[in-house]
């Protein structure tokens, strides 16, 4: 059974860093891997979206990377920035589904000024 | 104007009654899902329909009910609401004429509280 892991639960960083937050799963039989931002109030709204033969992602300051072999996918946020603040959550697609996704927890993060 | 919308975006009711819970869209896709989430977990599938006539269950139906009334409309249903229901749940859309890419879109939520 696909689990999905993101640690850690919670980040607090200075603003002006560059951070990672990662994104662990146990299966690499997947067909893509999508990040999400979520705002309270504002539903999720998807950041990036890697398909299985790609590596990375990029969109402005975030760049998403997939490694299948190792079963992992970081999110780079560069020059962070207190409207990065978010709740941050990656889900992965069944590599035998045409719908189903695998969600992780998130990570909460929080750019202090 | 949003592509998915959710009402009421909050809701406290009490043990043991009927709600339910309403999601449209504007998107002109043919897939919707309801999701829950709670928290410290991550999103889980309750219902989902490909079109009209297709319902299916997810992985936590139990408790719930679903009507896709129009292509753009589909509600969930708590029949008699139970204080472990309180969550937060999200609706989706997706364009199956997308491909393989099946790119999911959500709504706001609507923050459920069962006393």
């Known amino acids: 059974k696909q689990e999905v892991t993101q640690i850690p639960a919670a980040l607090s960083v200075p603003e002006g860093e560059n951070l990672v937050l990662n994104c662990s799963f146990t299966d690499s039989a997947i067909y893509n891997l999508q990040w999400f931002r979520q705002d309270p109030g504002k539903g999720l709204t998807s950041l990036l979206l890697i398909q299985s033969s790609q590596r990375e992602q990029t969109s402005g300051r975030l760049n998403a990377s997939l490694d299948k072999s190792s079963g992992r996918s970081t999110l780079y946020i560069a020059a962070s920035q207190p409207g990065d603040s978010a709740t941050y959550l990656c889900?992965?697609?069944?590599?035998?589904?045409?719908?189903?996704?695998?969600w992780g927890a998130g990570t909460k993060l929080i750019i202090k000024p | 104007d949003a592509d998915v919308t959710q009402t009421p975006r909050n809701r406290i009711t009490k043990t043991g009654k009927r709600i339910m819970l309403e999601c449209s869209q504007t998107k002109g896709h043919d897939r919707m899902y309801w999701y829950r989430q709670d928290p410290g977990l991550g999103l889980q599938l309750i219902y989902y329909s490909f079109d009209v006539k297709d319902i299916n269950k997810g992985e936590i139906s139990d408790g719930y009910s679903v009507s896709r009334q129009a292509q753009a409309k589909f509600s969930l249903s708590l029949e008699s609401a139970i204080p472990n229901q309180t969550a937060l749940y999200f609706c989706?859309?997706?364009?199956?004429?997308?491909?393989?890419?099946?790119?999911?879109?959500f709504g706001p939520g609507t923050r459920l509280t069962v006393l």
């Open positions: 889900a992965v697609r069944l590599v035998d589904s045409n719908y189903q996704l695998i």
């Open positions: 989706a859309t997706s364009d199956s004429k997308s491909g393989s890419l099946n790119e999911q879109f």
